[in-house]
């Protein structure tokens, strides 16, 4: 499988079809993954694919978006790429999508140990989408099915959630966001937080507070979920790169999951639909809009 | 080196809680189901009860610098003729104990003091104030990963430096060093002299732990060759997401802005790989890229600051290594620049 993916990859650079391809290397501790960017064919051989390749690459296209880029996809990262394409913040055309079929990578501590028990994200245990829906160029595995694992129910901490009481609810997020440190690490790593300048980042005028007070950690969490609402993918990288262990997964899931009831809309899943934001259907639950 | 039992320096911290209060290790992991037990995340935290106390970990994912320069602190000011008046009641001055930092964590400190100590050319009131009030109580690590690399920083896992004493968990005791006078009026009166035989035990200890760390920086390395090489910090800096991990966890960072809301002055920490750090009210960003603004922060720790202060402004706690999003690795960047 990771021949075939250096012979592409190099085949693609060789004869000039894009000018980049974005994958995996391994790092110098020799244990975790890290982003790698391509121009030469001759380094396809550094290209790694295996469960340490956590990362949702498709975040960088935004820099290149005047470029002619390969991206490395997995089946849950694909989804930002049809996202992107909807939004119009890349051209289908200036983008090449090398689908990985994927059973699943590590955690974030499972990527770092290579631990046993962490063979799977909790994004992976609820995923189903283990080949991408939109490649160019599709790296089969073959041993795929004897990998997958069985799908979990994806909305069963949410519903966890939702059955607790306001209060208990409320002092749970009230202690999960004051620790909040505002490194805006969730927003750097979102493929769909793309603003040229961040509602948290205007000065004039100045829409949040600057300090770390509960309110401001809350303003600052809750306008980045809205914005997200139907329009994340669920790649679960804000969660994965919080430093400070905010379940950040937790709020973009409900959201999900009130869109998926609501407007029976899932995101990223077809290029060609508009994002739900910027259509209307007659049988919207909501009056005003008829 | 004092001997003494753990039980009866545990006693003696349960006294510290309440006065003249203290500081440690808590792991604050919220926990909604069981499945998410084994979540750890640890940080310094003013201590309530005793149980929270830790003294098995790593390190802690904040560094101590939060209680000396406060992630954000607001200021109420008044205008008056002559200028502003700043009212700086925030700090009372009250004596704290810190305990359980790490070696590393407490040589940040000597290197946070050359910026804001009373000595220091841009005094900060409010640092020395809580400086001199504060007794720092360190705890000798002892199980370093591969993100450590303090011992090419100047220092080892039981350093002393920066500490007022250090705690080294010895068998079924602790071994105490005291190193400055405020160390030895807490703990002086404590334990029993250890005697020859456990200072050697315990140098043999220090040693083996040094051989855990396996990462090297060099940090002898003039970066000016490479400043600059385009290709270089293009490459080392093409997957960062200039996000405020690595600043904002790093013990030794401390870059702040000022902003006004609504008659409050709101100082907070900022960090130079913000994409809007070094914007300039004309519009001007002098360090639009990342490849500038990563740069820009080697430069400041392994360059700017070793010219005006002496020392690299970098304790090896691998904190920015560990915890970058996308493991940038800082030592590998300075070693092949």
């Known amino acids: 499988m990771i021949k075939k993916l250096q012979e592409e990859v190099k085949k693609l650079l060789a004869e000039k079809k894009v000018n980049m391809v974005i994958g995996y290397a391994r790092a110098g501790d020799a244990i975790n993954a890290i982003p790698y960017f391509i121009a030469n064919p ?35 990262d694909v989804r930002s790429v049809v996202c992107l ?25 499972g990527a770092e140990l290579g631990a046993v028990g962490r063979e799977r994200a ?34 069963k901490e949410i519903r966890e959630i939702e059955n607790k009481s306001p209060e208990e609810r409320f002092d749970y997020w009230k202690k999960e966001l004051s620790k909040c440190i505002k490194c805006y690490a969730c927003r750097q790593v979102c493929p769909l937080c793309y603003c040229p300048v961040c509602v948290a980042d205007q000065t004039m005028p100045q829409w949040f507070s600057r300090s770390l ?15 997200l609402a139907g329009r994340c993918i669920d790649c679960g990288e804000c969660e994965r790169v919080c430093p400070m262990g905010i379940p950040l997964r937790k709020i973009n899931k409900k959201l999900e999951k009130e869109v998926k009831e609501l407007f029976g809309h899932e995101s990223g899943v077809d290029a060609e639909k508009k994002p739900l934001f910027s259509t209307f259907s007659k049988d919207d639950p909501e009056e005003f809009i008829k | 080196m004092k001997i003494i039992n753990k039980s009866e320096f545990l006693g003696l911290m349960e006294k510290w809680i309440s006065s003249p209060g203290l500081i440690a290790p808590v792991n604050v992991a919220q926990t909604f189901r069981s499945a998410d037990k084994e979540k750890n995340l640890i940080v310094f935290k003013k201590i309530e009860t005793k149980d929270e106390v830790l003294a098995d970990y790593l390190n802690t994912v904040k560094p101590v610098k939060d209680f000396f320069l406060p992630p954000s602190t607001v200021f109420d000011y008044e205008r008056k003729d002559e ?3 700043f009212n700086l009641s925030e700090v009372d001055g009250k004596e704290t104990i810190i305990f359980g930092l790490r070696p590393c964590d407490a040589k940040s400190i000597t290197l946070l003091d050359k910026v804001f100590s009373e000595d220091s050319e841009y005094k900060d009131s409010n640092y020395a104030k ?30 002393i430096a920066g500490l007022d004493a250090l705690i080294i968990n010895f068998k079924d005791s602790y071994v105490i060093n005291t190193v ?27 040693e083996s732990v040094k051989l855990k760390i396996k990462k090297t920086c060099n940090t002898s390395k003039n970066l000016e060759s490479s400043f600059e090489s385009e290709e270089y910090w293009t490459k080392v800096s093409n997957s960062c997401l200039s996000c405020g991990v690595c600043t904002f966890l790093c013990p030794s960072c401390y ?83």
């Open chain 2, 180 to 206: 400055t006078d405020k160390g030895k009026n807490l703990l002086g009166s404590l334990g029993k002299e250890a005697g020859r035989e456990i200072d050697e035990e315990i140098k043999t200890l220090e």
């Open chain 1, 213 to 227: 007070s509960l309110e401001g950690n809350f303003a600052w969490n809750t306008v980045r979920a809205f914005h």
């Open chain 1, 42 to 76: 001759e380094e396809c051989g550094a290209l790694i694919w295996d469960k340490t390749c956590i990362y949702n690459l498709t975040n960088y296209l935004i820099d290149m978006r005047n470029k002619k880029v390969g991206i490395i996809v997995k089946g849950c």
């Open chain 2, 83 to 85: 200028g502003y008046n």
């Open chain 1, 85 to 109: 394409i909807q939004e119009n913040q890349i051209k289908k055309e200036n983008v090449i999508v090398i689908g990985l079929q994927c059973a699943g990578v590590f955690d974030k501590k």
């Open chain 2, 255 to 337: 870059c702040f802005d000022l902003s006004d809301e609504s008659a409050k002055r709101i100082r907070c920490w900022n960090g130079c790989v913000f994409l809007r750090f070094a914007l300039m009210s004309s519009g001007e960003n002098p360090r639009a890229t990342k490849k500038l603004r990563y740069r820009h922060r080697v430069f400041h720790k392994f360059k700017y600051f070793r010219e005006k202060f002496g020392e690299n402004l970098c304790v090896g706690c691998g904190r920015c290594i560990r915890h970058c999003p996308v493991k940038i690795d800082i030592a590998e960047v300075v070693n092949n620049a």
């Open chain 1, 122 to 155: 909790a994004k992976c245990k609820s995923c189903n989408v283990h080949t991408p829906p939109l490649f160019d160029i599709l790296i089969e595995d073959k041993e795929m099915n004897q990998k997958v694992l069985q799908q979990e129910d994806s909305y």
């Open chain 2, 130 to 159: 809580k400086r001199e009030k504060t007794v720092l109580v360190g705890l000798a690590c002892t199980s370093p990963d591969i993100a450590c690399f303090c011992t090419s920083m100047g220092i080892s896992p039981f350093s």
